[in-house]
């Protein structure tokens, strides 16, 4: 059984930064590709950020694509999400994922494993 648990949501003004952790159990952790997702009030859960197994590759939403990185680290068996220039319309509960493989996706169908989601709030 494979666990998420993600931590580092809270509230912060326009323009700060946040950094969120997801933290797995289970040992095959660093074969899988991992994503970051996010769903606001009232609207469906959407891509942010995914990761592959080896962390050669990234890929972003266009909505956060230079303000947003993500980067994981396979001995810790953690994924992060550094979040800068946050913006009012960042507001959301952002979500870790595992992929079903090693890759990159975008698709909430890719994903198979997800954390409970962790608040995040900017404020104009």
């Known amino acids: 059984q494979v666990q998420l648990v993600e931590s580092g949501g809270g509230l912060v003004q326009a323009g700060g930064s946040l950094r969120l952790s997801c933290s797995a159990s289970?040992?095959?952790?660093?074969?899988?590709?991992m994503g970051w997702f996010r769903q606001a009030p009232g609207k469906e859960r959407e891509f942010v950020a995914a990761i592959s197994w080896s962390k050669g590759s990234t890929y972003y939403a266009a909505s956060v694509k230079g303000r947003f990185t993500i980067s994981r680290d396979n001995a810790k068996n953690t994924v992060y999400l550094q979040m800068n220039s946050l913006k009012p319309e960042d507001t959301a509960v952002y979500y870790c994922a595992r992929n079903r493989d090693y890759g990159l996706g975008r698709s909430v169908y890719e994903y198979d494993y997800w954390g409970q989601g962790t608040q995040v709030t900017v404020s104009s």
């Open positions: 289970g040992r095959t952790f660093s074969t899988y590709g």
